[in-house]
T-cell receptor, first 117, second 112 residues
Framework: GAVVSQHPSRVICKSGTSVKIECRSL??????MFWYRQFPKQSLMLMAT?????????EQGVEKDKFLINHASLTLSTLTVTSAHPEDSSFYIC?????????????FGPGTRLTVL | QKEVEQNSGPLSVPEGAIASLNCTYS??????FFWYRQYSGKSPELIMF????GDKEDGRFTAQLNKASQYVSLLIRDSQPSDSATYLC????????????FGQGTTLQVKP
């Protein structure tokens, strides 16, 4: 149980284009999902908290107009990187927290590796 | 002072030995603590969570929590080369936002 999928696993795009990444909880409902970014040999950096049916909460320094988050259902959150540039190239990872659990356990998706040319 | 601190390592142990990974946290109100394993180029994988003082065992893994000392540890018994990875300690702070606060991670190398 507690499986989270991400699609696509890898994407290469040209500078200036937009890229959408999907995060799905496959066998549980998740009121809250989280989006992280990780650069090589660095630790996870939380970008935003995504809540079903409401606006995402962004961490300081993360541009909400550049990284659009939509959490339209209890099993799906999407991250759209708008007008991507080479410096946006990174490993994007989502996590989902099962609804109704006592603990704040987060289960991570396999990640999406974005390369912007 | 970082909120969650780990020694970055690398920690090197021979195959079959016990690996001991340590973590301290600064927010005394933290309630939930997690250990994740991350292989190079992959996303984190949950190993264990603990929220009560004492030990919690799951197979070859034992998590230990000491809230008075603000200390969490992970013991890996009979270490295998496949355990070689970065181990991330995380906690949920007293602000109760549900956000995980991660340490920098400890790299473990298990040598055959």
């Amino acid at each position: 149980g507690a499986v989270v999928s991400q699609h696509p696993s890898r994407v290469i795009c040209k500078s200036g284009t937009s890229v959408k990444i999907e995060c799905r909880s496959l066998d549980f409902q998740a009121t809250t999902m989280f989006w992280y970014r990780q650069f090589p040999k660095q630790s996870l950096m939380l970008m935003a908290t995504s809540n079903e049916g409401s606006k995402a909460t962004y961490e300081q320094g993360v541009e909400k107009d550049k990284f659009l988050i939509n959490h339209a259902s209890l099993t799906l959150s999407t991250l759209t990187v708008t007008s991507a540039h080479p410096e946006d190239s990174s490993f994007y990872i989502c996590s989902a927290r099962p609804s109704g659990l006592i603990t704040d356990t987060q289960y991570f998706g396999p990640g999406t590796r974005l390369t912007v040319l | 002072q970082k909120e969650v601190e780990q020694n970055s390592g690398p920690l090197s142990v021979p195959e079959g030995a016990i690996a001991s990974l340590n973590c301290t946290y600064s927010d005394r109100g933290s309630q939930s603590f997690f250990w994740y394993r991350q292989y190079s180029g992959k996303s984190p994988e949950l190993i264990m969570f603990i929220y009560s003082n004492g030990d919690k065992e799951d197979g070859r893994f034992t998590a230990q929590l000491n809230k008075a000392s603000q200390y969490v540890s992970l013991l890996i018994r009979d270490s295998q080369p496949s355990d070689s990875a970065t181990y991330l300690c995380a906690c949920v702070g007293s602000s109760n936002t549900g956000k995980l606060i991660f340490g920098q991670g400890t790299t473990l190398q298990v040598k055959p």
